[in-house]
C-alpha cells in the first residue's frame, strides 16, 4: 500500500519510494529510506499527510505520498 492509503495513527515501515532525482535525494536525507518507521499523525482535505518519521513532523504532498509504498508495522516511532 502507499503511503496515501494508510490509517491514521497507526505505524507503518517505508518499504520503497517511487520517486527520482532531487526529490527522492531530498527524501532520504530526511530519513525516508527502507525499513524507517512512519506515523500519519493527520491528513488535510487538500491532500497533504502530515506524519512523524524518526522524532520529527514532516508534511508531503498526495503526488509524493502515492509513491511512496508501506507495509505495517508493530512498534513506535
Known sequence: MTLEQVFIGKTY????VHIHGTMKQRLEALGMIQGTSIVVLSRKKNGTLIYKMRGTR????????????????DYDV
Open 13 to 16: 515501515i517505508v518499504d520503497n
Open 58 to 73: 514532516y508534511a508531503v504532498g498526495k503526488g509524493i505520498a502515492q509513491k511512496v509504498e508501506v507495509i505495517e508495522g
